[in-house]
């Protein structure tokens, strides 16, 4: 089997790796740019969502490099994401490409079609290599949101801002060229040292902002516009609401009662939302309070335009804002999206917080 997926932030690293111990040929789609997202929006409904035509490109260009096999999530969710597999099946079907889809329901959604997916995953890999496995594709997860979490921080810090980048960018590099476990934790080791030995300012006082709003936009890099390294430019330490990490912590490893972190935020949210509403806009409403109450300077909400929960979750945070005394500053994104505007409203935020700090302003 020549299996693809679509990029999800950096959880593709340890997918590769995972697929390539049960015996598949792994196709990684190239990086998100441009072309991806051209691609699947001339081949997409108009009105989906941005993450559904990333997707979609992200197919086509794996099935171009070979693949015949896509896999992705399926959720039963109120928002679009219900409809993705569906959809694109019929898309990619309609375009002509002959390829299979493995659509990984969750169990609760039919036990026999979740087994017979799975098999069709691990095909004849033993169980106990299997959870090995499964645990190492864990650790590389967790040890690649690490680095990009570090790599955020120095960033802020760093005397020379481009090195930082310039070691991130070498990473993803390396990171597809390799294979196996322990080439990849040695890679992920050796760039965490390379960015501590960096020449940092420790006498400078960061500001430090949360990003909140739908999960593909706050790890994907390309679709929110590279927003943690503008910010690390601009001196700010961002730290993701959502990561492959906390997603897997409270969804697989704390299943059923979900990760102290996550039903923190349900907690903070219950005041203004009670219930799940599709997505992750409970979680963004919990967040910014959850930031706030941290000692964050601010929060920034983004979202792919007509994202339905996270549309709710803007109203709903005007409300919060004032309650709470914290700024969150909401930012759309779509194919249309110009930098240059996106630039513009990220330093304008910038200077705000920095003149809060300075106890020249205050919100509502
Ligand atoms: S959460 Fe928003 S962006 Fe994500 S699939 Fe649902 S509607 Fe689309």
Same mark, same amino acid.
């Given at each position: 089997?020549?299996?693809?997926?679509?990029?999800?932030?950096?959880?593709?690293?340890?997918?590769?790796?995972?697929?390539?111990?049960?015996?598949? /040929?792994?196709?990684? $789609?190239? *990086?998100?740019?441009?072309?991806?997202?051209?691609? @699947?929006?001339?081949?997409?409904?108009?009105?989906?969502?941005? $993450?559904?035509?990333?997707?979609?490109?992200?197919?086509?260009?794996?099935?171009?490099?070979?693949?015949?096999?896509?896999?992705?999530?399926?959720?039963?969710?109120?928002?679009?994401?219900?409809?993705?597999?569906?959809?694109?099946?019929?898309?990619?079907?309609?375009?002509? &490409?002959?390829?299979?889809?493995?659509?990984?329901?969750s169990f609760k959604e039919g036990i026999p079609q979740f087994?017979?997916?799975?098999?069709?995953?691990?095909?004849?890999?033993?169980?106990?290599?299997? %959870?090995?496995?499964?645990?190492?594709?864990?650790?590389?997860?967790?040890?690649?949101?690490?680095?990009?979490?570090?790599?955020?921080?120095?960033?802020? &810090?760093?005397?020379?801002?481009?090195? *930082?980048?310039?070691?991130?960018?070498?990473?993803?590099?390396?990171?597809?060229?390799?294979? @196996?476990?322990?080439?990849?934790?040695?890679?992920?080791?050796?760039?965490?040292?390379?960015?501590?030995?960096?020449?940092?300012?420790?006498?400078?006082?960061?500001?430090? *902002?949360?990003?909140?709003?739908?999960?593909?936009?706050?790890?994907?890099?390309?679709?929110?516009?590279?927003?943690?390294?503008?910010?690390?430019?601009?001196?700010?330490? *961002?730290?993701?609401?959502?990561?492959? /990490?906390?997603?897997?912590?409270?969804?697989?490893?704390?299943? $059923?009662?979900?990760?102290?972190?996550?039903?923190?935020?349900?907690?903070?949210?219950?005041?203004?939302?009670?219930?799940?509403?599709?997505?992750?806009?409970?979680?963004?409403?919990?967040?910014?309070?959850? &930031?706030?109450?941290?000692?964050?300077?601010?929060?920034?909400?983004?979202?792919?335009?007509?994202?339905?929960?996270?549309?709710?979750?803007?109203?709903?945070?005007?409300?919060?804002?004032?309650?709470?005394?914290?700024?969150?500053?909401?930012?759309?994104?779509?194919?249309?999206?110009?930098?240059?505007?996106?630039?513009?409203? %990220?330093?304008? &935020?910038?200077? %705000?917080?920095?003149?809060?700090?300075?106890?020249?302003?205050?919100?509502?």
């Amino acid at each position: 089997m020549k299996i693809s997926f679509p990029h999800f932030g950096n959880a593709y690293i340890a997918g590769k790796v995972l697929l390539e111990e049960c015996g598949h /040929t792994v196709i990684t $789609p190239p *990086v998100c740019s441009r072309s991806t997202l051209e691609l @699947g929006t001339s081949k997409s409904p108009e009105s989906m969502c941005m $993450p559904f035509k990333i997707f979609i490109g992200n197919y086509i260009e794996s099935i171009q490099r070979g693949a015949d096999t896509i896999l992705l999530t399926g959720s039963c969710g109120p928002c679009r994401y219900g409809f993705y597999s569906y959809m694109q099946k019929d898309i990619i079907k309609k375009l002509g &490409y002959d390829v299979d889809f493995i659509v990984l329901e969750s169990f609760k959604e039919g036990i026999p079609q979740f087994s017979k997916n799975i098999k069709r995953l691990i095909g004849s890999v033993s169980p106990n290599k299997l %959870l090995r496995s499964s645990r190492l594709a864990l650790k590389l997860i967790k040890s690649s949101d690490d680095l990009t979490c570090l790599s955020n921080e120095v960033r802020a &810090y760093a005397i020379d801002k481009d090195k *930082v980048n310039f070691i991130m960018d070498s990473f993803y590099k390396d990171a597809d060229d390799i294979h @196996g476990f322990n080439q990849l934790q040695n890679l992920i080791n050796d760039t965490e040292r390379q960015l501590r030995t960096l020449k940092i300012n420790r006498n400078f006082k960061p500001l430090r *902002v949360g990003l909140i709003g739908d999960i593909y936009t706050i790890i994907e890099p390309f679709i929110n516009l590279e927003v943690e390294r503008k910010l690390g430019y601009l001196g700010v330490i *961002v730290e993701k609401s959502l990561t492959p /990490t906390k997603w897997l912590e409270h969804h697989i490893l704390s299943y $059923p009662f979900g990760s102290k972190f996550e039903n923190e935020k349900y907690s903070l949210a219950r005041p203004y939302i009670k219930d799940m509403i599709g997505g992750h806009g409970r979680e963004t409403v919990g967040s910014a309070i959850y &930031y706030r109450n941290k000692g964050f300077d601010g929060a920034i909400q983004i979202l792919p335009l007509n994202c339905m929960p996270e549309i709710v979750a803007k109203s709903v945070l005007k409300r919060v804002v004032k309650d709470i005394d914290f700024p969150v500053m909401t930012l759309v994104v779509d194919e249309m999206t110009g930098e240059a505007g996106f630039n513009t409203r %990220l330093e304008a &935020y910038v200077d %705000l917080l920095y003149k809060r700090r300075r106890g020249e302003m205050i919100i509502g």
